[in-house]
Structures are given as structure tokens and as C-alpha cells.
């Protein structure tokens, strides 16, 4: 466990039980401010120091008592960067391969190329626009919304459908269900759950909660398998177009002082 994650759970055990929040921090290696702003009692402080999630830290805002359960409820849900892990593990792939075309790619356009035009300049051929030039810049104008998409994807961001959303209503389910645990008053529950924005159901039960967390969970897992498969169906469409501009042109080329030789 990692100084921030040890400082966390000190902080959560001292919420619950009602204790200053600044007992043992000091001994861990945690940022001075930190510190200082758990002396001064700066909860709010504390816990945004600490990195903790903002869910979190608006039901510790809301119901102190309730940061601990909510804490242990959200380590057992998926990791945010495994997630993000295998996004960008795709996303390395293709990027590997898009650097090889690349590299294949400008040794056509800059070597062969050239060498070609200037065959076809000595009997008198006129200049072409080569094929590749012309898909590779339909594939550059592709290239652009395509990573905007990658880099949405890859965060998690919520207001995009997918599994960013879904793992946003997952935590905001059990930071709720961690909320009736601790039995605050339904003024602090209801006030808590209207500023929630994917829970969208005041009535539910301590165990719809916890069903909705599993069930918005695994939708997420099933989110992201998706977008794996759309993403690599689109990446090597691209690739694929690229490849046939490069193919294209080459053969273009070659037809071309062919049909001079005969």
C-alpha cells in the first residue's frame, strides 16, 4: 500500500469514528500541506491532497461517516487504469504499425518516387499526382477525429456513452449505498443524491444499489470490449487505406514507363 493509499484509510477510520483526521499522518510520507491542512481540520483539503476520487470526497463532504464504507465499496470495483491500460495497449499496437507504414511510406514517396518521375521526365511524360498523396491526405483528415475518439476512449470521459459513463454510475451506486449504510438523515440523503448525475433514482434500496453497481460494472467491461473492437476495425481501415494508396501509386507508376517501353 502506497503512502497516499495508507493516509486515506487512516483518514476514512478517523471520519468514521469521529477522531481528528490528522492522528498518524505525520508518520507516513504524505505531502506537507497535507498534513497541515489535517491539523487545521481542512477535510475537504485533506482528501483533494490525497487525490481521492470526487465522488468520494462530496458523500465525505455530505456525511462524513459514510467516506469510510464508500472507500471500502470502491476498491472492490475495477480499476480506473486497467481500463485505460488496455485502451492504450491497442492503441500502442497501432501505433507501432502506423509508424511502420510511415517510415515504408516516405522511403516510396522521397526514393522511388522521384527516381520514377525522373525516368518518365526523359520520354517526355508529363508530372502525375501520385495516388498515395491523395488518399493519404483523406486519411489525414480521418487521422484527426479518429484521435479525439482514442484519447475520449482512453479517459473514460463520462459524457461520451461508453464505459466511462457506466463506471461513473457504478461509483455514485455505491458511494449511495454506502451513504444508507451509515443511516444519515433524509434531508443529507436526499440533498446528497440530487447532485448526483447518472444515479438518477432517489427510492432505490441499500440492495438495488449494490445491483445496480455490479450490473453498471459489468455493462462497463462489456463498453470497453466494444470499443477495443471498434477501435481496431478502424485503425486498420485506415491502415489499410494508407497501404492501398502507397500500393496504388507504385503501381501507377510502373504502368506508366511500362506502357513506354512498349
Do not use: C
Amino acid at each position: 500500500m502506497t503512502p497516499q493509499a495508507a493516509a486515506t484509510v487512516l483518514v476514512a477510520d478517523a471520519l468514521e469514528r469521529g477522531l481528528p483526521v490528522n492522528e498518524g499522518l505525520s508518520a507516513l510520507n504524505v505531502s506537507p500541506r497535507v498534513v497541515m491542512a489535517a491539523k487545521s481540520g481542512n477535510v475537504p483539503e485533506v482528501l483533494n491532497g490525497l487525490s481521492v476520487d470526487p465522488v468520494l470526497q462530496r458523500v465525505a463532504a455530505a456525511w462524513p461517516r459514510a467516506f469510510a464504507p464508500a472507500l471500502r465499496r470502491f476498491e472492490a470495483l475495477p480499476n480506473q487504469a486497467t481500463f485505460t491500460f488496455h485502451v492504450m495497449q491497442t492503441a500502442g499496437y497501432v501505433f507501432f504499425l502506423a509508424l511502420l507504414q510511415t517510415l515504408v511510406g516516405a522511403m516510396v514517396m522521397f526514393k522511388v518516387h522521384p527516381l520514377v518521375e525522373q525516368m518518365g521526365a526523359d520520354f517526355g511524360l508529363p508530372t502525375m499526382v501520385h495516388v498515395a498523396t491523395t488518399i493519404s491526405t483523406l486519411v489525414l483528415f480521418a487521422v484527426i477525429p479518429f484521435v479525439a475518439w482514442l484519447v475520449s476512449g482512453a479517459t473514460g470521459w463520462a459524457r461520451l456513452p461508453g464505459w466511462g459513463r457506466e463506471m461513473k454510475r457504478a461509483k455514485e451506486a455505491v458511494v449511495a449505498a454506502a451513504l444508507l449504510e451509515s443511516n444519515p438523515p433524509d434531508d443529507v440523503r436526499l440533498a446528497f443524491y440530487s447532485k448526483l448525475q447518472w444515479l438518477g433514482d432517489v427510492t432505490l434500496s441499500g440492495v438495488d444499489l449494490s445491483l445496480l453497481a455490479e450490473r453498471t460494472t459489468a455493462e462497463a467491461e462489456r463498453a470497453l470490449a466494444r470499443y477495443l473492437a471498434a477501435l481496431r476495425f478502424v485503425a486498420l481501415g485506415l491502415l489499410s487505406l494508407n497501404a492501398f494508396g502507397l500500393l496504388a501509386s507504385v503501381y501507377v507508376s510502373l504502368s506508366r514507363l511500362a506502357g513506354v517501353g512498349s
